[in-house]
């Protein structure tokens, strides 16, 4: 959940009252948030000779966008206590009484066609107010907008500019400009250069660096406002005393985009000289049939059924009590005009984007109604139970522990390298899941074996007296087209000996305690086994009893030659290999830098489901 921090003493005023941290504690969790921390009694920084105030770290749900800020937690919460309704936001026509335009260009479709405009006019900042707006942004940026991918937020003193706009798509050698804070101008290509090792702008270039054209706004003089999502023209950037201010957003998501806009306009309206008031543009886009009036500050109505609401929480309220416990939570609600006593009429406002169903209505009635203060409802009859995988995996984890073994929990992804190479292993291109833009070399690919985490886990505990015997009861995943989702889990178990003998016997007589906890018998060949002839292949053997034997591999060159064996297992007349164990090849323990040998035991434990 992103953490919030407000000036303490600021936000008491804005709320009309003071509160002890243990007060103020409690108002949060009434309200479904955290108080992440107080810093009143912390050493603060010192800025200009001047100690930072205390502030207050509120941790916000990631959900709720109209928190994001000072202004969106001072609303909410007064609005929570009854201490203001919820606002009208309301589009404002001009004065001149023609809507500002922005025109959007057909080529803007090859890279960001998205975009959506509105005008905060007579606006009166303050330092803190201004610094709240700029944190707003990055704070969207980061979280909804996942980093400027989805939508990209310009802010423009609009006394510097003048429209109407246009959003164009132009080859990167065309566009020139002064970037923000720079006075020396610059074309596209150069801009990527300069900002390539930048540690705040740096990591948003790939977003359209390899484009054949780039996206840029232009207003009648052809002043370069923003080159999105990159970064604003130094001409028009907004200072502390601007007043007009023009907000521009382009994107690739549109739901993603009417969100932004109007959590950027209902959050700082606050502050215009007619509070909650938007001047709205017009979007003129005619090739793609998305011309329109933004933002769109319309309130959405849903029907919920009290039933539902009261059958959830354990309540019994009517519908003219739920409709008040609901306008704490910013929602306006009253009793259905066809079936009063069965349902509500919701109205959600702009800045309750997080309410997407029933279920959302209903949370927000427990917060108003207060964690606790619902009754205590009976979770004696539930249709839940554990997954019988789960049951089996467990079984398995608790007779290795209780024969010495001890667990590690590896991560599920690792290099190409450590998954196929470092174990002698090839990959066929068929098997493994990649990633596609994976962060480090460390998380290329879904692991097909849990041997590489063993490995990694001894390695970082070689220290450690000898022997070391650890196992892991886990998941792998295979590619698999038959399925919707082209991949599958398969649970296996595994476990590793590190020690200066070989380990070899420890691994056998731990895969015979658990076949034999897992009542699989041992099967001699005296019981006509029919040999390599099942290698990974199920075949109908009916006339056999179910059990499980060992075959030698010379084949796997994980494993020293001679020194493995294959497992399999009959269950149910059907006949498969499950797994190998053996001792690891020479060049395996170097390259997972081990200095003493190593066996390991790796096996499919859905057979026995």
Same mark, same amino acid.
């Given at each position: 959940?992103?953490?919030?921090?407000?000036?303490?003493?600021?936000?008491?005023?804005?709320?009309?009252?003071?509160?002890?941290?243990?007060?103020?504690? +409690?108002?949060?969790?009434?309200?479904?948030?955290?108080?992440?921390?107080?810093?009143?009694?912390?050493?603060?920084?010192?800025?200009?000779?001047?100690?930072?105030?205390?502030?207050?770290?509120?941790?916000?749900?990631?959900?709720?966008?109209?928190?994001?800020?000072?202004?969106?937690?001072?609303?909410?919460?007064?609005?929570? !206590?009854?201490?203001? @309704?919820?606002?009208?936001?309301?589009?404002?026509?001009?004065?001149?009484?023609?809507?500002?335009?922005?025109?959007?260009?057909?080529?803007?479709?090859?890279?960001?066609?998205?975009?959506?405009?509105?005008?905060?006019?007579?606006?009166?900042?303050?330092?803190?107010?201004?610094?709240?707006?700029?944190?707003?942004?990055?704070?969207?940026?980061?979280?909804?907008?996942?980093?400027?991918?989805?939508?990209?937020?310009?802010?423009?003193? /609009?006394?510097?500019?003048?429209?109407?706009?246009?959003? +164009?798509?132009?080859?990167?050698?065309?566009?020139?400009?002064?970037?923000?804070?720079?006075?020396?101008?610059?074309?596209?290509?150069?801009?990527?250069?300069?900002?390539?090792?930048?540690?705040?702008?740096?990591?948003?270039?790939?977003?359209?660096?390899?484009?054949?054209?780039?996206? =840029?706004?232009?207003?009648?003089?052809?002043?370069?406002?923003?080159?999105?999502?990159?970064?604003?023209?130094?001409?028009?950037?907004?200072?502390?005393?601007?007043?007009?201010?023009?907000?521009?957003?382009?994107?690739?998501?549109?739901?993603?985009?009417?969100?932004?806009?109007?959590?950027?306009?209902?959050?700082?309206?606050?502050?215009?000289?007619?509070?909650?008031?938007?001047?709205?543009?017009?979007?003129?886009?005619?090739?793609?049939?998305?011309?329109?009036?933004?933002?769109? /500050?319309?309130?959405?109505?849903?029907? =919920?059924?009290?039933?539902?609401?009261?059958?959830?929480?354990?309540?019994?309220?009517?519908?003219?009590?739920?409709?008040?416990?609901?306008?704490?939570?910013?929602?306006?609600?009253?009793?259905?005009?066809?079936?009063?006593?069965?349902?509500?009429?919701?109205?959600?406002?702009?800045?309750?984007?997080?309410?997407?169903?029933?279920?959302?209505?209903?949370?927000?009635?427990?917060?108003?109604?207060?964690?606790?203060?619902? *009754?205590?409802?009976?979770?004696?009859?539930?249709?839940?139970?554990?997954?019988?995988?789960?049951?089996?995996?467990?079984? =398995?984890?608790?007779?290795?522990?209780?024969?010495?073994?001890?667990?590690?929990?590896?991560?599920?992804?690792?290099?190409?390298?450590?998954?196929?190479?470092?174990?002698?292993?090839?990959?066929?291109?068929?098997?493994?899941? !990649?990633?596609?833009?994976?962060?480090?070399?460390?998380?290329?690919?879904?692991?097909?074996? /849990?041997?590489?985490?063993?490995?990694?886990?001894?390695?970082?505990?070689?220290?450690?007296?000898?022997?070391?015997?650890?196992?892991?009861?886990?998941?792998?995943? $295979?590619?698999?087209?038959?399925?919707?989702?082209?991949?599958?889990?398969?649970?296996? $178990?595994?476990?590793?000996?590190?020690?200066?003998?070989?380990?070899?016997?420890?691994?056998?007589?731990?895969?015979?305690?658990?076949?034999?906890?897992?009542?699989?018998?041992?099967?001699?060949?005296?019981?006509?086994?029919?040999?390599?002839?099942?290698?990974?292949?199920?075949?109908?053997?009916?006339?056999?009893?179910?059990?499980?034997?060992?075959?030698?591999?010379?084949?796997?060159?994980?494993?020293? @030659?001679?020194?493995?064996?294959?497992?399999?297992?009959?269950?149910?007349?059907?006949?498969?290999?499950?797994?190998? $164990?053996?001792?690891?090849? *020479?060049?395996?323990?170097?390259?997972?830098?081990?200095?003493? *040998?190593?066996?390991?035991?790796?096996?499919?434990?859905?057979?026995?489901?």
């Amino acid at each position: 959940m992103p953490t919030i921090s407000v000036d303490k003493y600021d936000l008491f005023e804005a709320l009309g009252q003071k509160y002890t941290t243990e007060e103020f504690e +409690e108002l949060c969790f009434e309200f479904g948030i955290e108080l992440d921390e107080d810093t009143e009694n912390d050493d603060r920084p010192i800025v200009d000779g001047v100690q930072e105030p205390p502030q207050l770290k509120i941790e916000i749900p990631a959900n709720r966008y109209d928190m994001l800020c000072f202004e969106g937690i001072a609303l909410m919460l007064n609005i929570f !206590r009854g201490k203001q @309704p919820t606002p009208n936001f309301r589009l404002a026509q001009p004065a001149s009484g023609d809507l500002e335009t922005i025109t959007v260009l057909e080529d803007t479709m090859k890279v960001r066609p998205l975009v959506a405009c509105a005008i905060l006019r007579n606006i009166k900042f303050t330092q803190k107010s201004y610094d709240s707006f700029i944190s707003l942004q990055d704070k969207l940026h980061q979280n909804l907008a996942r980093n400027r991918t989805l939508v990209a937020i310009g802010t423009h003193d /609009l006394d510097t500019i003048k429209g109407p706009f246009t959003y +164009e798509a132009r080859p990167p050698k065309d566009i020139n400009f002064a970037p923000l804070n720079q006075s020396k101008s610059m074309n596209g290509e150069e801009l990527m250069a300069f900002y390539e090792k930048d540690r705040h702008l740096g990591r948003y270039l790939h977003i359209i660096k390899d484009k054949p054209v780039y996206p =840029v706004i232009y207003d009648s003089n052809r002043v370069v406002c923003s080159l999105p999502p990159i970064i604003n023209g130094d001409h028009s950037k907004i200072k502390l005393s601007s007043t007009n201010i023009f907000i521009e957003c382009t994107a690739t998501d549109k739901t993603k985009l009417d969100i932004v806009i109007n959590m950027m306009v209902t959050m700082f309206s606050v502050y215009a000289a007619e509070p909650f008031t938007i001047e709205p543009v017009k979007v003129i886009s005619d090739h793609n049939g998305q011309t329109r009036i933004t933002p769109n /500050l319309s309130s959405r109505t849903d029907t =919920v059924e009290i039933d539902y609401l009261n059958g959830c929480l354990g309540l019994s309220e009517s519908p003219e009590s739920i409709s008040k416990l609901l306008s704490k939570m910013a929602l306006s609600a009253q009793p259905s005009s066809e079936h009063p006593n069965s349902e509500i009429e919701v109205t959600i406002p702009p800045t309750r984007a997080d309410i997407l169903q029933r279920c959302d209505v209903m949370e927000d009635l427990g917060i108003a109604y207060g964690f606790n203060r619902l *009754p205590r409802m009976s979770v004696t009859k539930t249709v839940g139970a554990p997954l019988q995988l789960n049951k089996l995996a467990d079984i =398995v984890r608790l007779e290795c522990g209780m024969a010495g073994w001890s667990e590690v929990m590896p991560l599920i992804l690792c290099s190409h390298d450590e998954n196929f190479a470092w174990l002698n292993r090839k990959d066929d291109g068929k098997t493994a899941v !990649r990633l596609a833009n994976p962060k480090t070399a460390e998380y290329q690919i879904v692991r097909t074996s /849990l041997i590489p985490g063993l490995l990694k886990t001894i390695r970082e505990n070689k220290g450690h007296s000898v022997p070391i015997r650890v196992f892991e009861t886990s998941d792998v995943v $295979f590619k698999d087209p038959t399925v919707e989702r082209r991949a599958r889990n398969e649970r296996h $178990f595994a476990a590793a000996w590190y020690g200066k003998a070989s380990g070899f016997e420890e691994v056998h007589g731990l895969l015979d305690r658990v076949m034999a906890m897992l009542r699989q018998a041992f099967i001699t060949h005296d019981e006509g086994l029919t040999g390599k002839e099942v290698d990974y292949k199920v075949t109908a053997t009916p006339q056999k009893r179910d059990g499980y034997w060992l075959e030698p591999v010379d084949d796997e060159p994980t494993f020293f @030659p001679g020194r493995a064996a294959a497992v399999y297992a009959r269950l149910d007349g059907k006949t498969a290999r499950i797994g190998e $164990f053996g001792i690891l090849h *020479p060049t395996v323990l170097e390259n997972f830098e081990l200095k003493y *040998p190593v066996s390991t035991l790796e096996i499919n434990l859905e057979v026995f489901l």
